[in-house]
Nanobody, 118 residues
Framework: QVQLVESGGGLVQAGGSLRLSCAAS????????MGWYRQAPEKQRELIAT???????NYADSVKGRFTISRDNAKNTVYLQMTSLKSEDTAVYYC????????????WGQGTQVTVSS
């Protein structure tokens, strides 16, 4: 069992930056995929970034070029560096992890609120 805890959310002005962290209770080195989702009010949860155990990354078009996902297996932590933030980035951000490259995510964090003021 792996527990995920996000941190780093908060209030930031448009154009600013934040770095989210996702700390895992156990080793993440064997977790094949780590991802960040977000959910804005009255919208569906959106997958915005993933990173594989080998370091391959993928991004949603909405954040490509502005957000960077990374993982530090030694610290059992995944990061989401967010730059050039926009008001539409306001959402609860969730960290997730899965053992397989396919299928649903096995573990979820509790979420951290990011609010971007215009």
């Amino acid at each position: 069992q792996v527990q995920l805890v996000e941190s780093g959310g908060g209030l930031v002005q448009a154009g600013g930056s934040l770095r989210l962290s996702c700390a895992a209770s156990g080793s993440i080195s064997r977790l094949n995929v780590m991802g960040w989702y977000r959910q804005a009010p009255e919208k569906q949860r959106e997958l915005i970034a993933t990173i594989s155990s080998g370091g391959s990354t993928n991004y949603a078009d909405s954040v490509k070029g502005r957000f960077t996902i990374s993982r530090d297996n030694a610290k059992n932590t995944v990061y989401l560096q967010m730059t050039s933030l926009k008001s539409e980035d306001t959402a609860v951000y969730y960290c997730a992890a899965k053992w397989s490259y396919i299928g649903k995510y096995d573990y979820w964090g509790q979420g951290t609120q990011v609010t971007v003021s215009s």
